[in-house]
């Protein structure tokens, strides 16, 4: 019944590997996004995905690559991965305005 | 830049008080306004929104009052309980594109 899922809940890695972490949503919404979380709470956007096609993409270093196979996932690969990194990330979806979230899933960088 | 701010960092109140939390925002273009609330290794749960053609709208407990004379948005809750506390967060935007403020973090004292 979960609206919008993350997997893994926490991803504890070594600095320079690669990982994936993978958002699904069962609401039928046509857009998706990826936020960061820091350590003092600050929500910032990443991307945002409208039917499987990237129309924001701030400032987040080429390392981070986005990728929906169908409009109701919204996968997120980090190459490379630095200290740095380290944070919670949220997927959301919406079909208006109204974003819904999902649980988190917090990367530890070591 | 566009900025979306919170008044307080912290705000802590006794059990049975209403809550007011305020936010302020930067860009006169926003037409969209939304509360979360974050509970503890939670995502962001969807409150209330509001849009600019409105000035007040009330949900269960809770009220957002939008002045955008002044760019103000608060958030008021009825008799606050233990179970609210936890960090608040006010966004706004258009076209689906949310700027997030910094989080109020509210304690319920008992």
């Known amino acids: 019944d979960t609206a919008v899922s993350q997997t893994p809940k926490y991803l504890v890695t070594q600095m320079g590997n690669d990982k994936s972490i993978k958002c699904e949503q069962n609401?039928?919404?046509?857009?998706m996004y990826w936020y960061k979380q820091d350590s003092k709470k600050f929500l910032k956007i990443m991307f945002s995905?409208?039917?499987?096609?990237?129309?924001i993409n701030e400032t987040v270093p080429n390392r981070f690559s986005p990728k929906s196979p169908d409009k109701a996932h919204l996968n997120l690969h980090i190459n490379s991965l630095e200290l740095g990194d380290s944070a919670v990330y949220f997927c959301?979806?919406?079909?208006?305005?109204?974003?819904?979230f999902g649980p988190g899933t917090r990367l530890t960088v070591l | 830049g566009e900025s979306v701010g919170l008044h307080l960092p912290t705000l802590s109140v006794q059990e049975g008080d209403n809550s007011i939390i305020n936010c302020a925002y930067s860009?006169?273009?926003?037409?969209?306004f939304i509360w979360y609330k974050q509970e503890s290794g939670k995502g962001p749960q969807f409150i209330i929104d509001?849009?600019?053609?409105?000035d007040k709208r009330q949900g269960q407990r809770v009220t957002v009052l939008l002045n955008k004379t002044v760019k103000h948005l608060s958030l008021q809750i009825a008799a606050t309980q233990p179970g609210d506390s936890a960090v608040y967060f006010c966004?706004?935007?258009?076209?689906?594109?949310?700027?997030f403020g910094k989080g109020t973090k509210l304690s319920v004292k008992p």
């Open positions: 966004a706004g935007g258009s076209q689906g594109n949310l700027i």
């Open positions: 609401l039928g919404h046509d857009t």
């Open positions: 509001i849009r600019s053609n409105m």
């Open positions: 995905y409208n039917n499987k096609e990237l129309i």
């Open positions: 959301a979806s919406s079909e208006l305005d109204t974003q819904y």
């Open positions: 860009n006169s273009a926003s037409d969209y």
